[in-house]
């Protein structure tokens, strides 16, 4: 599967932004779906997940109750929503796709998109 991830940009400490995330090739409501940031200098890590119907979500305890994920599975993408933005939290954001719910290791995800820039200013 394809995936284009997509909605980063510069913003102000306090803001939100959206992802988004378009997969394409395979069918989409097979995999779960994840979102992994990285920031300059350090490893890759998990942010939060959802599984194939979108019923079920986890998330890193650093983004509890700022961030939310979800799915669409009529147009192939999955989101991520992010309140309540922190300088901590520029990173290049990746999406993934995995067969198997649950894992917040890289190695897990089959698929991964490309990334997209978060930048958020103090």
Request: include cysteine; aromatic fraction near 12%.
């Amino acid at each position: 599967v394809q995936l284009q991830a997509s909605g980063g940009g510069v913003v102000q400490a306090g803001d939100s932004l959206r992802l988004s995330c378009a997969a394409s090739g395979r069918t989409f409501s097979n995999y779960v779906m994840a979102w992994f940031r990285q920031a300059p200098g350090k490893e890759r890590e998990f942010v939060a997940a959802i599984s194939r119907s979108g019923v079920m979500t986890f998330y890193a305890d650093f983004v509890k109750g700022r961030f939310t994920i979800s799915r669409d599975n009529a147009k192939n993408t999955v989101y991520l929503q992010m309140n309540s933005l922190k300088p901590e939290d520029t990173a290049v954001h990746y999406c993934a796709a995995a067969t198997v719910y649950g894992s917040r290791t890289t190695g897990s995800y089959d698929y991964w998109g490309q990334g997209t820039l978060v930048t958020v200013s103090s």
